[in-house]
């Protein structure tokens, strides 16, 4: 099984018994018989713990008690359950400073750090642009039910000078914003953010002899970053 929860997503009041479970009569609504926390149905296989730097304090503690002795405990229960997971997190934020602003427990992140992917933002990564663009096109393209036949190229070069602020999930949205826009089946810079069309004018470069395809966007990236 895999489970995936948003730690920033879940009231704290409410996020100790996604994650644990509770017991019948734990709390005020508690369903009859209690219910399962996200550990326990995670049971065998993955938990992953999304913008864990917003968890907060009491409950990483607990968090901490549960990889060191790989048992729960459900809200208002006694019990110990055994649990055997794999545990993935992700955070958008440098949890070595949350730890010198006391905001995350340096015993948890040494717990969790066991390996450690560092994913650099979009900036850093351009030449992933053009893929994204590719596979953004056609997710939303078949969900509006629109066929894009081409993308202009000056987008192109708009999205390649753009600093991506909001990493993915921006260019995800600018894509769909322009796949919603479009009437032509065309994508072109008027569908664009207002953002991007500023700060990716900021001293442009075109890198785009033709209207880019397909056929020629590999051989094009490959020939420009080689220079």
Same mark, same amino acid.
């Given at each position: 099984?895999?489970? *995936? @929860?948003?730690? *920033?997503?879940i ?5 100790s =018994? ?9 709390f #005020?609504?508690?369903s009859?018989?209690?219910?399962? +926390? *996200?550990?326990?149905l995670?049971?065998?296989? !993955?938990l ?8 907060p304090?009491?409950l990483?503690a607990s &968090?901490?008690?549960? &990889?060191?002795?790989k !048992? ?15 545990? @993935? =997190?992700? !955070?958008?934020?440098d949890?070595?400073?949350? /730890?010198?602003?006391?905001n ?7 717990? %969790?750090s ?11 990564? $351009?030449?992933?642009i053009?893929?994204? /663009? ?5 997710n939303? =393209? $078949?969900?509006? +039910?629109k ?12 999205f ?11 260019? =995800?949205?600018a894509?769909?914003?322009?796949v919603? %826009?479009?009437?032509n089946?065309?994508? #072109?810079?008027?569908?664009?953010a ?5 700060? +990716?004018?900021?001293?442009r470069?075109? @890198?785009? +002899? ?11 990236? @490959?020939? !420009?970053?080689?220079?």
């Open positions: 099984p895999f489970f *995936a @929860i948003n730690c *920033a997503a009231p704290r009041e409410l996020i =018994s996604e994650l644990f479970g509770y017991n019948e009569g734990a #005020t609504g508690a009859k018989g209690g219910k399962p +926390g *996200a550990f326990e995670a049971d065998q296989g !993955t992953f713990l999304d913008e864990i730097g917003e968890m304090m009491d990483q &968090l901490l008690r549960v &990889l060191e002795e !048992t729960i405990i459900r809200v208002g229960g006694r019990e110990f359950i055994p649990v055997n997971i794999r545990l @993935i =997190s992700a !955070t958008n934020r949890l070595s400073e949350e /730890i010198k602003n006391r995350f427990r340096q015993d948890i992140f040494y717990r %969790l066991v390996i450690s992917i560092a994913i650099p933002p979009l900036r850093q990564r $351009k030449g992933d053009p893929l994204l /663009i590719d596979h953004f096109v056609k939303f =393209s $078949k969900r509006i +039910g066929t894009i036949n081409k993308i202009d190229s000056e987008v192109i070069d708009l390649m000078n753009y600093d991506w602020p909001g990493n993915v999930r921006e260019l =995800s949205n894509i769909e914003r322009a919603n %826009l479009t009437r089946g065309i994508i #072109t810079p008027d569908l664009l207002k953002e991007i069309l500023e700060e +990716g004018n900021k001293n470069v075109s @890198i785009w +002899g033709n209207t880019i395809t397909k056929d020629n966007m590999e051989e094009e990236l @490959i020939r !420009t970053y080689m220079l």
